[in-house]
C-alpha cells in the first residue's frame, strides 16, 4: 500500500477506475422496477411490499447521489466492470440525511445513469438486474436487514452517446490536487495499518484452523472456503505492511467528495483508490474494545477487500454489521467485505459468537 501522490495518481490514471444488534432478513421487503428512459440513463422504482412501514438506509442504495453501484450491469453474460465507490457506513447514530422511511405500498423513484460508472462504449445489449438487502433502522442504529429485488431489463446502448456521458475516470483525471498524509491523521493511518496487519495475520490463521466461528461467517468449514479466506487476509495484511510499495493507493482525506455525514471509508475498486473520511478519525477507535462494533483498524481492513489489486475479485457490501453479515449465504458471505471485518475483530483474542 502506498499513501498517494499526485504523480502516483496520474501514472494510475493514464493506465486506466458497533456492538452487535438482532439483524434478521424481513420478508416481504422492497421491490424494485426498472426501466429505460433514454440510452442509459435508468428510472427505478422502489416499493414496500411489506404491511408495516420500514425505514432505511439509503447510502450504497437508490436515492444515494453518490456514484455507486444500483445495478449490476451485464454483456453477453459476463458482468460489466463497476467502476464508481463502495463505502463503509455507520451502524450507529445515523443522521436522518441518510435514511428513507416508506409506507407500506408506498414507493420512491430515482433516475440515474448506469455510463457514470461503467465504461460502455462499446454500446450493444446491455442487461441490468438489482438484487441484495439494504440495513433497516431503528432510534437511529442498524437494526435489520430488508431484502430487495428487481426485474431484469435489457436495454440496447448507443454507445457513442454512452461515451459523452461523465463518468469516475474522467472526473479523476481533472483532479491534480491530493493531500498527503501527514500530521495526525497519517499517524492515526499508520497506526491502523500496523493493527491491520496484526488482525489480518491471526485471522488468516484463524480462517486456515477453520471451526465454529469460521462456519458462522463464512458457512462452510471446506478447506477451499478457509484456504480462500486465508489467502484474502494474508494479502491484507502484506499490503497494509507497506507506504512505499504494494498495488493501493491510500488517501487520508476525501480529496473527490464521496464522504457524507454517515460514511466511514470509500474505495474506488477499479482503480484501487482508498480514502478514509472525515468520521474515520472523529468517530473511531484505533481499536474496538467490544465486540463486532467498528474502529480504524477493521474500517481498513473492510476498505482493502474492496480492492481487487489486493486479492481478486474485491468484495462486495452485501450486508453490514454482525447479525445481517452472518445471515449471508456461503457464497455471498464469502465476497462481502464486512464478513471478513467482523471475523477479524478482536483478533488475535477471538471474539466468541
Known sequence: MRFITPVALLTLLQGINASPVDVKLNSPGLQVTLSQVDNTRIKAVVQNTGSEEVTFVHLNFFQDASPVKKVSLFRNDNEVEFQGVKYRIKTTDLSEDALTSLAPGATIEDVFDIASTSDLSEGGSITLRSQGSVPIVKDKQVSGALPFSSNELTIDVDGAKAAEV??????????????????????????????????????????????????????????????????????????????????????????????????????LPAYNIIANCDLYYSDLPALTSSCYAQDQATTTLHEFTHAPAVYSPGTEDYAYGYSASVALSASQALNNADSYALFANGMPTLVDV
Open 166 to 267: 461523465t463518468n469516475i475516470g474522467k472526473t479523476l483525471a481533472r483532479r491534480t490536487q491530493i493531500s498527503g498524509c501527514s500530521g495526525s491523521r497519517g499517524t492515526a493511518l499508520q497506526t491502523a495499518l500496523r493493527n491491520t496487519v496484526s488482525l489480518a495475520n491471526a485471522a488468516a490463521s484463524a480462517a486456515r484452523s477453520g471451526g465454529s466461528r469460521f462456519t458462522t461467517f463464512f458457512k462452510s468449514d471446506s478447506s477451499s472456503t478457509r484456504n480462500s479466506v486465508a489467502a484474502r487476509f494474508s494479502a491484507i495484511a502484506s499490503e497494509a505492511s507497506s507506504t512505499t510499495s504494494g498495488s493501493t493507493q491510500y488517501l487520508c482525506t476525501d480529496t473527490y467528495g464521496y464522504c457524507s455525514s454517515n460514511v466511514l471509508a470509500w474505495t
